[in-house]
Every structure is written in C-alpha cells, then in structure tokens.
C-alpha cells in the first residue's frame, strides 16, 4: 500500500489531526520493535502487518 493509501484508511480523527504532511513526516520518524504497532498512528501500516500475519497464522490452523 501506497502512503495515501494508508493515510487514507486512517480514522476520520487521526486523518483530521495529522494531515497528510504531517502524516508522512511521522511516518519516517521512528524505528520499529515486533510490537511497535501499539505505538500510535505512526505504526499504522505495522499494524496492518500484524493483522495480515494473524490471519495468516490462523487460516494454517484450520
């Protein structure tokens, strides 16, 4: 997924306090742990990470 992307898929609130510039810039700051998806609007895309692993992991169990 693109930024915009991202962003877009946003809440209308997190959307609304960041702005997309803002959004970007927070994107590239940082760094990243295996739980880094808890940290905020920054780690949204880990978090989508996580989420597609889970499900992953969980469709091998059936």
């Known amino acids: 997924m693109t930024d915009l992307e991202n962003y877009r898929a946003l809440p209308p609130a997190e959307k609304e306090r960041l702005g997309f510039a803002k959004y970007q810039e927070e994107l ?3 760094t990243h ?3 880094c998806w808890l940290w905020g609007a920054r780690h949204y895309r880990c978090a989508l990470e ?3 692993n889970l499900e992953h992991k ?3 169990q059936t």
């Open 33 to 35: 742990n295996k739980d």
């Open 58 to 60: 969980l469709k091998g």
């Open 28 to 30: 590239r700051q940082g």
């Open 50 to 52: 996580r989420i597609g």
